[in-house]
C-alpha cells in the first residue's frame, strides 16, 4: 500500500522528478562539458582560434608595412605567403625616395604617373615570396593591372648602389659642422631610449653589407619627407668611401641633442 | 480476536515489505542516479546559449546567400507562428506542458510494447527528452544512453521554463534538405520567415522531423502532404484547430518556395567550394567559425544550366529510348567558366544532386576524345611550323608503337577523302591526319600544351592522346578551352572571390592575375579553325538551334560512343558539356546509331549559352596584328579567289578563309609536300 501510496502520489506531484532534477542541477556545474553541442562549441573555439591568428598576423604585417620607410622594410615585413594592401600614396612615397636612374629600375616614371593617377587602379596589394615580396596593381575588379617583382637582392643593390660614394666627408659641403667619430657617434646613440633606434638607422642591412669600418659618421643639414640623410665613412685598406642611409627626422633630432655635448 | 490479529499481522508484513520494497527501489534508484550523473553532460546556461552561433554563410556573385552552413541562430517564440508551435506540441508531445520531462504513461507502454511485442520499437520521448538527445546524445540507441538522456530531462525541466525549453526544441530541431532550425526551414521550404507560416505550411514543417529524409517535400511532396495531414489531424484531436479549419487546411496545396530549389542545383558547385574551403581552413573553420564565402557562382546562368541540361538529358533518354522508370539514366555534366578571370559561374556534376552526389564535372575523369585535338594542332604549329593551310592526306595510317601492337587510327565514318588543309580536317576531325601530326610533333609536346592550358590530370606520352585517351574532366577540359578564348592567356580558375571573418575583416582575396601561355597569333589560328567547327563541322547542330554569336569549339566523341562531349567558347565564357553514362556504357539511339557530342552535348551547349549570352554585346574575337586572311582551295591548300563555301561547289571545289602569319604564304612547295 506504502509503494502504491509513493508511486501514485508521484504519478500525480511528479516528486521524484523534480527531486532528481533539482539534485542534477545542483552539480551541473561540476560535470563535463561533453556530448555533441558541446564538441560543436569547441569547434567553433578552435575556428575562431585559428582566423584571429591569420587576422592578428595580417594586422601585425599591415602595420609594420605601414612604417616601412624603404622597398627593403616593405621586403622585410612580408613574410612567403603573408599580403597586405599598400595605399597609392605610401608606394609614391617610397618610390620617391630612390634616385632616379635606381627608380627607372623599378618602374618607368610614365608608366608609375599611369598606373597611381590615370588608370583604373584601385589598390596595391602586396604578397610575399621566399626572397622578395610580389606588388600587384589591381582595379576595383580584382584584376591585375601591373605586376612588379621585387626581389630583395635587387632592392638591396639598389638601395647600396645609390647610397655608396667614393670619396671623404670633406668633399661634402651639406655635412659641414655635423661630423663625429663613429666612438662619439654610438655613444650618444646608445644613451638614446632603445625604442628610437629602429628609426635611426632604418635600413641597417645597407651598413653590415659593406667592408671596412666606420670612422665617421656626418647628419645631413636638409631633411626630406620626413627623413635626414645619415653619413656614414667607410675605411678600406686605405680607400674611403661615404655610404648614405636615411633616419627618422625626429629620430635623428633626438639624437644630435646628444651629439651636441661631444665633440665634432 | 485472532482473526483480527492476523489480519494486523498480515497488514505489518505487507507494510514493511511495501516499506522494504520502497527503500529498495529508492536506493537502486539512488544509486542509479548517483552512478549516472557522475558522467552526465553539463547544461548551458541559458539553454539557447550553446545553440546559437555564426553561421558560415556562401554568397552567389550577386550577393545572394546560397547556403548557411554549421551552426544556427535562434530566433524568440514570438517570432514564430502560433501554428506552428501548436502542430508540433500536437505532434510530438501534446502533454509537453504537464509533464516534469518525461511522459510516463507514455513510457511505461512504450517499454511494455518494446519488451513484450517482438518486432515492435515504440518511442515516447517528450519534446524534452527530444531535446536532451539532440543537444548531448549520438543516435546509437542504448539503455544506458536513453536513461542519460531521461536524467537530462529531469534537469533541464528543473532548471527552465517550459518557453525555454520550447524555445531551444525548434530552433536546433532538423528538418532536412540542410535546414536546422524553424526559422532556416521555413525560408528553405516556403521562402518566408517562420512567424509568417500559414496553418497548412506549419503543419506540414512540423510532419518533417520525423523523418526529413523520407518526408523531404522537394523530393516526395505526396508523402510530405500525407504526413501534414496527420498533423493537421492531431491538431484537431487535441483542441488546437476545429474541425472546420482541419478541412480547409486538408484542402491547400502548399506551393514550395521554387528559387531555392534552383540554387538546390548548385549543391554541386557548393560541395566542389566547401572542399576547397576545407583544404584551405580546415573543418572547424568551415563548418563552425562564421566565415563569409563570396562565390563566383552565377544563380542566373546556373538555373539556365540546370534546364538546359535536363532537357538535354530528357531528350537524350528519348533519342535513346529510356524510359522514366527505368533504373539507368544517361548521366551529364556542364562547367562554365567566365574567359576574362577564370571565375566559375555554373558548376553542375550530374542529372538530380538528390539521386547521385557524385560531382562528375571535377571528379570524373573521362576521356575527351577529339576534344583534344586544339592542344594537338596548336603543338604542331608551334612546333612543327604547321599552319591551318597546311596540306595533309586523309589516307590510312599504321604508326608502329614501341613493344606494342601498330596503331592503326580509324576515321569516324571509316573512310578516307585524301588531300586536305588542316583548318578542313579539325572541322572534319579527321583522325587519321591527327594521327601523322601527332607523330611527327610528338605526344609530349601535345600534353605540354594541354599542361600550360592547365589540365592538371596524369596525361600519357602515347601517340593516341591526340585522339583523346587520356582522362580529364570536365572542369579542366572548360578551364582550358578558356586559354584559346583569351588567345593564349591564361586565368588559374576559382570558386570564391573573397573569404571573410564573422566580422567582415577579410582573410582571403582572389586577384586574377594573367599570365601569357600560348603564342596569340597561333591560339587565334586554332581558335578560327575551331569556330568552323560550329559554322560547318561536327558542332553545327549548334547553328540550327539558332546560337548565331561568333563562337569557337569542339566536339569529342569516344570510342563505343561512351562518352559525348561539346566544348566551346565566346570570347567571354567558355562551356564544356559532358554526357554518357557513369559505367561507360554506350549511347546509343533506338535505331542503334551511336549518339555523338554533336548530338547530345552540342544542343544543351547552345541552349545555355543562348540564355547565359541573351543580355550581353555580341563580340567577336580579337584579330592579332599579324594575322591576316587568305581564301584556300581545301584540296590544294593554294590561294583562290572564289567565295567561301565550306562545301564542295558544282566543280568539287571549297574554300576556306585561313588566318596566315606573315611568314606563311599558301601554296608554299613546302606545303605541296607536306610540311
Known amino acids: ?264 | 480476536m485472532n482473526c483480527l490479529l492476523k489480519v494486523l499481522k498480515f497488514f505489518r508484513f505487507f507494510l514493511f515489505f511495501g516499506l522494504i520494497l520502497v527503500s529498495l527501489a529508492g536506493l537502486v534508484g539512488m544509486f542509479l542516479v548517483f552512478y549516472a550523473a557522475k558522467d552526465l553532460p553539463q547544461l548551458p546556461t541559458p539553454l539557447s546559449r550553446i545553440i546559437e552561433r555564426p553561421q558560415t554563410q556562401i554568397y552567389a556573385s550577386n550577393g545572394q546567400v546560397l547556403t548557411t552552413i554549421g551552426t544556427r541562430k535562434t530566433i524568440p517564440l514570438n517570432m514564430v507562428s502560433q501554428d506552428f508551435i501548436n502542430a508540433i506540441i500536437a505532434t510530438e508531445d501534446h502533454r509537453f506542458f504537464e509533464h516534469h520531462g518525461i511522459n510516463k504513461l507514455r513510457t511505461l507502454k512504450a517499454l511494455y510494447i518494446t519488451l513484450f511485442q517482438s518486432g515492435r520499437v515504440q518511442g515516447a520521448s517528450t519534446i524534452t527528452q527530444q531535446l536532451a538527445k539532440n543537444l548531448f546524445f549520438s543516435f546509437k540507441q542504448t539503455y544506458k544512453r536513453k536513461f542519460k538522456e531521461l536524467l537530462v530531462a529531469l534537469q533541464i525541466e528543473a532548471s527552465n521554463t517550459k518557453e525555454e525549453i520550447l524555445h531551444a526544441y525548434i530552433n536546433q530541431i532538423y528538418f532536412g534538405a540542410g535546414a536546422q532550425g524553424i526559422e532556416k526551414a521555413s525560408r528553405q521550404f516556403f521562402g518566408k520567415s517562420a512567424l509568417k507560416l500559414k496553418l497548412p505550411e506549419a503543419a506540414l514543417l512540423a510532419g518533417l522531423p520525423k523523418s526529413p529524409t523520407n518526408y523531404n517535400p522537394y523530393r516526395h511532396l505526396d508523402r510530405a502532404i500525407k504526413r501534414r495531414d496527420i498533423v493537421l489531424r492531431r491538431m484537431a484531436q487535441v483542441g488546437f484547430i476545429s474541425d472546420l479549419e482541419y478541412q480547409q487546411a486538408r484542402l491547400v496545396k502548399p506551393e514550395l518556395y521554387r528559387e531555392k530549389t534552383d540554387s538546390r542545383t548548385g549543391s554541386y558547385f557548393l560541395d566542389a567550394l566547401i572542399s576547397q574551403l576545407i583544404e584551405k581552413y580546415g573543418e572547424d573553420v568551415v563548418f563552425h567559425g562564421g566565415i563569409k564565402v563570396f562565390s563566383t557562382i552565377d544563380t542566373k546562368l546556373q538555373s539556365y544550366a540546370r534546364k538546359s541540361l535536363t532537357k538535354g538529358l530528357e531528350k537524350l533518354d528519348t533519342m535513346m529510348g529510356i524510359r522514366n522508370e527505368n533504373s539507368e539514366h544517361p548521366q551529364g555534366a556542364i562547367v562554365a567558366i567566365d574567359a576574362g578571370s577564370g571565375a566559375v559561374k555554373v558548376l553542375i556534376g550530374g542529372r538530380d544532386y538528390y539521386k547521385s552526389e557524385f560531382n562528375r564535372a571535377i571528379n570524373s575523369f573521362r576521356q575527351p576524345g577529339s576534344g583534344f585535338k586544339p592542344f594537338l594542332y596548336y603543338s604542331a604549329f608551334k612546333n612543327l611550323g604547321y599552319y591551318p593551310g597546311t596540306v595533309m592526306t586523309d589516307q590510312p595510317v599504321i604508326i608502329p608503337v614501341k613493344g606494342a601492337p601498330d596503331w592503326e587510327p580509324q576515321n569516324f565514318g571509316k573512310a578516307f577523302t585524301g588531300n586536305m588543309i588542316l583548318k578542313k580536317a579539325l572541322y572534319k576531325s579527321v583522325n587519321t591526319i591527327a594521327a601523322q601530326i601527332v607523330e611527327k610533333v610528338g605526344p609530349a609536346a601535345v600534353n605540354n600544351t594541354a599542361r600550360i592550358c592547365g589540365i592538371k590530370s596524369p596525361l600519357k606520352d602515347v601517340y593516341s592522346v591526340a585522339l583523346g585517351t587520356s582522362d580529364v574532366t570536365p572542369f579542366e577540359l572548360a578551364s582550358a578551352y578558356t586559354v584559346f578564348a583569351n588567345l593564349g592567356v591564361l586565368h588559374e580558375p576559382f570558386l570564391f572571390w573573397r573569404v571573410e571573418d564573422a566580422f567582415g575583416r577579410i582573410i582571403f582575396e582572389h586577384i586574377v592575375q594573367e599570365k601569357r601561355v600560348l603564342d596569340p597569333a597561333i591560339a587565334y589560328q586554332v581558335v578560327d579553325m575551331m569556330k568552323s567547327v560550329i559554322q560547318h563541322g561536327s558542332g553545327r547542330s549548334i547553328r540550327k538551334l539558332g546560337f548565331n554569336r561568333p563562337a569557337a569549339g569542339k566536339t569529342g566523341t569516344t570510342d563505343h560512343y561512351k562518352d559525348a562531349w561539346f566544348t566551346g567558347f565566346t570570347p567571354t565564357l567558355c562551356t564544356s558539356v559532358w554526357t554518357g553514362f557513369d559505367r561507360k556504357k554506350t549511347l546509343v539511339d533506338v535505331n542503334s546509331v551511336g549518339i555523338t557530342g554533336g548530338r547530345s552535348a552540342a544542343p544543351i551547349w547552345a541552349d545555355f549559352m543562348i540564355q547565359a549570352l541573351k543580355s550581353d554585346p555580341e563580340r567577336d574575337f580579337p584579330i592579332p596584328d599579324n594575322i591576316r586572311f587568305e581564301k584556300a582551295d581545301t584540296r590544294t591548300g593554294c590561294i583562290t579567289d572564289r567565295e567561301e563555301t565550306a562545301f564542295e561547289d558544282s566543280e568539287n571545289i571549297e574554300v576556306l578563309q585561313v588566318p596566315l602569319k606573315p611568314e606563311q604564304h599558301l601554296c608554299m612547295k613546302e606545303e605541296q609536300d607536306g610540311p
Open chain 1, 1 to 264: 500500500m506504502i509503494t502504491a501510496t509513493f508511486l501514485v502520489s508521484e504519478l500525480r506531484f511528479d516528486w521524484f522528478e523534480n527531486l532528481v532534477g533539482s539534485y542534477l542541477a545542483s552539480t551541473n556545474e561540476f560535470r563535463p562539458q561533453t556530448g555533441v553541442i558541446w564538441e560543436a562549441g569547441k569547434h567553433t573555439t578552435n575556428a575562431h582560434e585559428y582566423l584571429n591568428k591569420i587576422i592578428n598576423k595580417k594586422e601585425d604585417t599591415q602595420h609594420n608595412v605601414h612604417k616601412a620607410s624603404s622597398f627593403l622594410n616593405l621586403i622585410s615585413d612580408i613574410l612567403p605567403g603573408e599580403w597586405v594592401t599598400l595605399e597609392k600614396n605610401h608606394f609614391q612615397t617610397l618610390y620617391l625616395t630612390l634616385e632616379k636612374s635606381m627608380a627607372d629600375k623599378i618602374i618607368e616614371p610614365a608608366q608609375l604617373v599611369w598606373l597611381l593617377k590615370g588608370s583604373m587602379l584601385d589598390r596595391i596589394f602586396c604578397e610575399g615570396i621566399p626572397g622578395g615580396i610580389k606588388i600587384y596593381f589591381i582595379d576595383s575588379e580584382n584584376r591585375v593591372i601591373k605586376q612588379i617583382d621585387f626581389e630583395k637582392q635587387f632592392i638591396l643593390e639598389i638601395e647600396s648602389a645609390q647610397q655608396a660614394v667614393t670619396g671623404e666627408f670633406s668633399e661634402i659641403e651639406e655635412f659641414s659642422g655635423r661630423i663625429y667619430t663613429a666612438e662619439n657617434f654610438f655613444d650618444a646613440v646608445f644613451k638614446l631610449p632603445p625604442d628610437i633606434l629602429p628609426d635611426l638607422i632604418v635600413n641597417p642591412e645597407i651598413l653590415l653589407a659593406q667592408a671596412g669600418k666606420i670612422i665617421n659618421i656626418g647628419i645631413w643639414n636638409v631633411s626630406q619627407n620626413g627623413y635626414i640623410k645619415l653619413g656614414f665613412e667607410f675605411e678600406e685598406q686605405g680607400a674611403k668611401k661615404i655610404v648614405f642611409i636615411k633616419g627618422r627626422e625626429w629620430a635623428v633630432w633626438q639624437l644630435s641633442l646628444y651629439l651636441q655635448g661631444g665633440e665634432n
